[in-house]
């Protein structure tokens, strides 16, 4: 299996600082998970589908890494994502 690491976050708006850490991720690790987190108490600058569609973008070169997405806080989101990191 390798080492899996999850990158949870909001990603609204995801930023090229963003990237540098998927993309950083990916260079250490076997597996990245980039987990988009809604909250519903919040409203978002862009709806989800867009967040996703643009991470899946920015990160179509790096074999590694795959985009999900999650409600709920950034703790509960690895827990129900084994990782090791």
Same mark, same amino acid.
């Given at each position: 299996? !390798? @080492? &899996?690491?999850? /990158?949870? !976050?909001? /990603?609204?708006? *995801?930023? &090229? !600082?963003?990237?540098? @850490?998927?993309? &950083? *991720?990916? !260079?250490? /690790?076997?597996?990245?998970?980039?987990?988009?987190? %809604?909250?519903?108490?919040? %409203?978002? &600058?862009?709806?989800?589908?867009?967040?996703?569609?643009?991470?899946?973008?920015? %990160? *179509?070169?790096?074999?590694? *890494? %795959?985009?999900? $997405?999650?409600?709920?806080? $950034?703790?509960?989101?690895?827990?129900?994502?084994?990782? $090791?990191?």
């Amino acid at each position: 299996m !390798g @080492v &899996r690491a999850v /990158f949870p !976050g909001s /990603f609204d708006l *995801a930023t &090229r !600082g963003h990237l540098d @850490v998927a993309r &950083r *991720a990916a !260079g250490l /690790f076997d597996k990245v998970v980039v987990c988009v987190l %809604t909250n519903p108490k919040k %409203t978002g &600058r862009l709806p989800l589908p867009q967040r996703l569609a643009l991470l899946a973008k920015m %990160t *179509a070169d790096l074999d590694n *890494a %795959t985009i999900e $997405s999650s409600a709920g806080s $950034s703790s509960s989101t690895t827990a129900a994502r084994p990782a $090791s990191v």
